[in-house]
């Protein structure tokens, strides 16, 4: 079986399938799509391409599934797992598909204002081999925090959720598209808030790592935020292998391009989509 993955914000699509037949899809080799945890864009944006790319390719069938994230994909290509064994030089960019926005929540009761002043709280970094876990550990490294000065809990996007809304823990940093679901569910109830970046530690960023961009979650894109909060984003890509089929790069290329309002009706984040970044 071959594989798409998530990997540090972009969707990896493997090279090799196994054939498998029975029913409709007899003589269709098969590619998974992995999408990191439920709690994202990933998942759902990741079924609705999967269909999409199912109904318009005769030779594969695209099926969805939930992995551990960005980064651990990328440890397994590298490494050379047993369904994945692309070296990161195999590697090549298809199209980009929508900026992650660095999200920083605090509890309710939490009165600080910053990032630095998480030394000694309960934080969230993402769950262990996910893009947000990079992000986190990014972002409190410009602020002159590390993982030592910290509570630091490796929780998904749903448990950090629920563990803000519990008063289980102090505060969360999530790499994520808006609106999404677990950030929607955390402001909705129990007081939880979201924290800007200073402009200061914004460029600090982009310097030290020159994939970030300066971003803004607008106003009503979650319960009570009234205003514009400034922050960070990296952009997720779709990524493929040298070898892989041309006509599989087309699907995916046409999926985006005119397929929109079917991802569209799956998550409104698709129309973020924007083909000419390619460009860039």
């Known amino acids: 079986m071959s594989r798409f993955a ?11 399938a196994a054939c498998r037949g029975g029913g409709g899809g007899e003589g269709r080799r098969f590619l998974s799509i992995g999408t990191a945890g439920t709690g994202g864009i990933y998942y759902p944006l990741g079924g609705a391409i999967a269909s999409v790319l199912s109904d318009a390719d005769t030779l594969h069938r695209y ?21 994945f064994p692309v070296p990161l030089s195999k590697l090549r960019v298809i199209a980009p598909l929508y900026p992650n926005v660095t999200h920083i929540l605090i509890a309710a009761g939490f009165g600080g204002a910053s990032p630095e002043e998480f030394r000694g709280r309960r934080v969230s970094v993402g769950a262990p081999g996910s893009g947000t876990e990079q992000v986190a550990r990014q ?6 925090l590390g993982y030592d000065d910290v509570d630091v809990r490796y929780l998904s996007f749903r448990e950090s959720s629920d563990a803000l809304r519990d008063g289980a823990i102090e505060a969360a940093i999530f790499s994520v598209g808006y609106p999404a679901s677990a950030v929607l569910e955390a402001t909705t109830a129990g007081g939880v808030r979201l924290l800007g970046l200073d402009s200061d530690h914004r460029l600090t960023l982009a310097s030290r790592y020159p ?5 803004t979650i607008p106003a009503g894109a979650y319960p009570h935020v009234d205003r514009p909060v400034p922050t960070v984003s990296v952009m997720n890509w779709v990524v493929g292998t040298e070898d892989l089929e041309a006509d599989v790069v087309r699907y995916v290329l046409t999926a985006l391009r005119t397929d929109r309002q079917r991802l569209v009706r799956v998550h409104d984040i698709a129309r973020q989509i924007d083909l000419r970044a390619l460009d860039r």
């Open 6 to 16: 998530v990997a540090l914000t972009a969707i990896l699509v493997g090279a090799t």
């Open 63 to 83: 099926t969805a599934e939930v992995t551990g994230g960005s980064v651990e994909n990328l440890n397994e290509a590298y490494h050379g797992g047993d369904n």
């Open 139 to 144: 972002l409190l490294n410009v602020y002159g």
């Open 211 to 215: 994939y970030y961009e300066p971003a």
